[in-house]
């Protein structure tokens, strides 16, 4: 079984520019899950969704952060413009129970904001 | 709102030893953990989980323990070997909301 794909693995940008990740659960999950690492932290909440729909994107700084699952398959999370403090890696994970089972993470995508 | 922590951010033991890192949680309405092992560059990985219905859950070589009295979490890794390497975090659920990861304990095997 292919595990959550997840793209760049790098990035880095000026700030005030914009960048986009992008992330593609595994098959049949239809919750997917974006979470900000900032180095020597743990994983915060993003946004998460069920299937398209939007369940809980109340830690997302919707000022300069969105997030799309058109199809209610794969993501894409944009900020646009990026500050020094949004340099962090970008999880994404995928469930097949919601929040009532097991995360499955992709590697990452580390962002450098300079 | 909810919050997880760690009593120890580091740990180094000999190769061999057994590892025991810990957890504390505040929210006692939460009911649903999971101890996850991040390497370096990579994503965390899931290692055990356990429902607030039991004290005690035992995998392949890790044991997770749970007192719900002191709301406190522990993870039990026997004969550490060099691969056990990494940060460990903690995670709480409660009833399905989304999870909280606590900041992580760095294990480092030492030869």
């Known amino acids: 079984e292919a595990g959550v794909a997840q793209s760049p693995r790098y990035k880095i940008i000026e700030k005030r520019q914009s960048v986009a990740f992008w992330c593609n659960p595994i098959s049949g999950h239809a919750t997917l899950y974006w979470y900000q690492q900032i180095l020597g932290q743990g994983p915060k909440l993003l946004i998460q969704f069920q299937n398209n729909g939007v369940v809980d994107d109340s830690q997302l700084p919707k000022d300069r952060f969105s997030a799309e699952r058109l199809k209610g398959v794969d993501s894409t999370l944009k900020i646009q413009p990026a500050k020094l403090e949004d340099s962090a890696v970008y999880l994404c994970?995928?469930?097949?129970?919601?929040?009532?089972?097991?995360?499955?993470f992709g590697e990452g995508s580390r962002l450098t904001v300079l | 709102g909810e919050s997880v922590g760690l009593h120890l951010p580091t740990l180094s033991v000999q190769e061999g030893d057994n590892s025991i890192i810990n957890c504390a949680y505040s929210?006692?309405?939460?009911?649903?953990f999971i101890w996850y092992k991040q390497e370096s560059g990579k994503g965390p990985q899931f290692i055990i989980d356990?429902?607030?219905?039991?004290d005690k859950r035992q995998g392949q070589r890790v044991t997770v323990l749970l007192n719900k009295t002191v709301k406190h979490l522990s993870l039990q890794i026997a004969a550490t070997q060099p691969g056990d390497s990494a940060v460990y975090f903690c995670?709480?659920?409660?009833?399905?909301?989304?999870?909280?990861f606590g900041p992580g304990t760095r294990l480092s095997v030492l030869p």
């Open positions: 995670a709480e659920n409660n009833y399905g909301q989304n999870f909280v």
């Open positions: 356990i429902r607030s219905n039991m």
């Open positions: 929210n006692s309405a939460s009911d649903y």
């Open positions: 994970a995928s469930s097949s129970r919601g929040s009532t089972g097991e995360l499955f």
